[in-house]
């Protein structure tokens, strides 16, 4: 690849692309990118999201209503739409050009769905041959809800190997996590048999816990707290993220800080579906790796990382501890990829992939603005960048997608939806 120096950015010195990495000195023939007036950061890195569920925004008796609620409805849609591989495969691009489009350059594909009649290796593939395509980084994690345990076992090894096989002329793009859904939906059963396998293959592990109906269910089921059994079944220790973390008590807040996982934080869906914040900011303080994710289009219908993470800072006050805007930027970046196993993205050191982000900030809604580190999640709500790479490639240029048309990818879904349905 030629060397690309991205030349006067708004705050901070120029910087160097060379080979798909961060480089520190330019050679004389090195590409001259513009990017007066404008701020540069790391890609986003989307620890928590459902790409599926970009075929299933705003569907009607998902907002308003308790969590049960909107797993019944939800997964009648899926019933109704008839998810397959097909349509795993167009929802995953869909939602990966928007991501690509607003910044992120890697995202965490939690998948929870397996119809009966699909073999998971192929809904797999699909979700994993669209990053290839749009040229995104991809963690996809084969969640369980409800699955048999060793079947769920079984097939990550086999993903593992598709992954290995289809994938080894790309290092570093491709990635596989393990995650049960939660404590509301498997046993530890389930739990132990992925630990097992995660082990076995020297995988993340991931899950989520004190989502609303996670709290119903385990009181109701073990009389325990979701956190409780987390820990109960070796599910609350290094190498494992837990995702949303929502109205956690001042003991769960003790025994996360000394259990060594990772949190991941998503305010888009937990704030407007009312299940609660959680205490970003002193988790932060205590030492705790926190990320952001935007959760899945059932409950945030947008993929607007930078976006979720001004929301982040507009409602940590109601936590008693504000999160600053470098926090907020931080756990959007680099708190992402650490609690992925991937502290190698998410920053700008050289030698770390070139994953990065253009934003101009030279346009009225950056007037006036004094700190632009912190305008650039203040400022102009809903702002995307004009120029993404990843790994060194142009990926975004002046706010359209390079490696696809995402208005063909919208029609197609659009398309495909509306037939399934007919």
Same mark, same amino acid.
Request: charged share 20%; aromatic share 4%; net charge negative.
């Given at each position: 690849?030629?060397t690309?120096?991205?030349?006067?950015?708004?705050?901070?010195?120029?910087i160097?692309?060379?080979?798909?990495l961060?480089?520190?000195?330019?050679?004389?023939?090195?590409?001259?990118?513009?990017?007066?007036?404008?701020?540069?950061?790391?890609?986003?890195?989307?620890?928590?999201?459902?790409?599926?569920?970009?075929?299933?925004?705003?569907?009607?008796?998902?907002?308003?209503?308790?969590m049960a609620?909107?797993?019944?409805?939800?997964? =009648? $849609?899926?019933? %109704?739409? !008839?998810? #397959?591989?097909? &349509?795993? @495969?167009?929802?995953? /691009?869909?939602?990966?050009a928007?991501?690509?489009?607003c910044?992120?350059?890697?995202?965490?594909?939690?998948?929870?769905?397996?119809?009966?009649?699909?073999?998971?290796?192929e809904?797999?593939?699909?979700?994993?041959?669209?990053?290839?395509?749009?040229?995104?980084?991809?963690?996809?994690?084969?969640?369980?809800?409800?699955?048999?345990?060793?079947?769920?076992a079984?097939?990550?090894?086999?993903?593992?190997q598709?992954?290995?096989?289809?994938?080894?002329?790309?290092p570093?793009?491709?990635?596989l996590?393990?995650?049960p859904?939660?404590?509301?939906?498997?046993?530890?059963?389930?739990? =132990? $048999?992925l630990? %097992?396998? !995660?082990? #076995?293959?020297? &995988?993340? @592990?991931?899950?989520? /816990?004190?989502?609303?109906?996670?709290v119903?269910?385990?009181?109701?089921?073990?009389?325990?707290?979701?956190?409780e059994?987390?820990s109960?079944?070796?599910?609350?220790?290094?190498?494992?993220?837990?995702?949303?973390?929502?109205?956690?008590?001042?003991?769960?807040?003790?025994?996360?800080?000394?259990?060594?996982?990772?949190?991941?934080?998503?305010?888009?869906?937990d704030?407007?579906?009312?299940?609660?914040?959680?205490?970003?900011?002193?988790?932060?303080?205590?030492?705790?790796?926190?990320?952001?994710?935007?959760?899945?289009?059932?409950?945030?219908?947008?993929?607007?990382?930078?976006?979720? $993470?001004?929301?982040?800072?507009?409602?940590?006050?109601?936590?008693?501890?504000?999160?600053? /805007?470098?926090?907020?930027?931080?756990?959007?970046?680099?708190?992402?990829a650490?609690g992925?196993?991937?502290?190698?993205?998410?920053?700008?050191?050289?030698?770390?992939?070139?994953?990065?982000?253009?934003?101009?900030?030279?346009?009225?809604?950056?007037?006036?603005?004094?700190?632009?580190?912190?305008?650039?999640?203040?400022?102009?709500?809903?702002?995307?960048?004009?120029?993404?790479?990843?790994?060194?490639r142009?990926?975004?240029?002046?706010?359209?997608?390079?490696?696809?048309?995402?208005?063909?990818?919208?029609?197609?879904?659009?398309?495909?939806?509306?037939?399934?349905?007919?």
């Amino acid at each position: 690849m030629n060397t690309v120096l991205l030349k006067d950015p708004l705050v901070g010195p120029d910087i160097v692309v060379r080979g798909g990495l961060i480089g520190e000195s330019a050679v004389p023939d090195a590409e001259i990118v513009d990017v007066s007036g404008c701020f540069i950061t790391p890609g986003l890195v989307n620890a928590h999201h459902h790409l599926l569920q970009s075929a299933f925004r705003t569907v009607p008796g998902t907002r308003g209503v308790l969590m049960a609620e909107w797993l019944r409805v939800m997964a =009648a $849609a899926y019933r %109704e739409h !008839a998810v #397959d591989p097909e &349509l795993g @495969r167009a929802a995953a /691009a869909v939602g990966l050009a928007e991501s690509l489009l607003c910044g992120v350059t890697t995202v965490a594909d939690h998948h929870l769905t397996w119809p009966s009649e699909v073999v998971p290796v192929e809904m797999a593939m699909a979700t994993a041959g669209a990053a290839r395509r749009l040229g995104g980084r991809l963690c996809f994690v084969r969640g369980t809800a409800g699955n048999d345990p060793d079947d769920a076992a079984d097939s990550v090894r086999a993903i593992h190997q598709a992954f290995s096989s289809a994938f080894e002329d790309a290092p570093g793009m491709l990635q596989l996590a393990v995650g049960p859904s939660g404590v509301h939906a498997d046993g530890p059963e389930t739990f =132990a $048999a992925l630990a %097992e396998v !995660a082990r #076995d293959l020297g &995988l993340p @592990r991931r899950t989520q /816990a004190n989502e609303q109906v996670d709290v119903v269910v385990a009181a109701e089921r073990y009389g325990k707290r979701p956190l409780e059994l987390l820990s109960d079944w070796g599910w609350l220790e290094p190498g494992v993220t837990v995702a949303h973390l929502c109205e956690i008590t001042p003991d769960e807040l003790a025994a996360v800080v000394e259990s060594g996982v990772a949190v991941t934080h998503a305010p888009g869906c937990d704030v407007p579906m009312g299940w609660g914040v959680a205490p970003v900011a002193e988790l932060l303080r205590r030492g705790v790796t926190v990320g952001l994710g935007t959760s899945g289009g059932g409950s945030n219908d947008g993929g607007h990382l930078l976006a979720d $993470a001004r929301l982040a800072m507009q409602v940590s006050g109601l936590t008693g501890a504000p999160v600053s /805007a470098s926090d907020a930027l931080a756990i959007a970046t680099s708190g992402s990829a650490v609690g992925l196993g991937r502290p190698e993205l998410g920053t700008l050191d050289p030698g770390t992939p070139a994953d990065l982000c253009v934003w101009d900030m030279g346009d009225v809604s950056d007037a006036g603005v004094h700190d632009h580190a912190a305008g650039l999640l203040w400022a102009s709500p809903g702002r995307r960048p004009r120029d993404v790479m990843v790994a060194g490639r142009w990926v975004v240029r002046d706010g359209v997608l390079l490696t696809a048309d995402s208005r063909d990818l919208a029609s197609e879904l659009t398309t495909m939806l509306k037939e399934r349905t007919a």
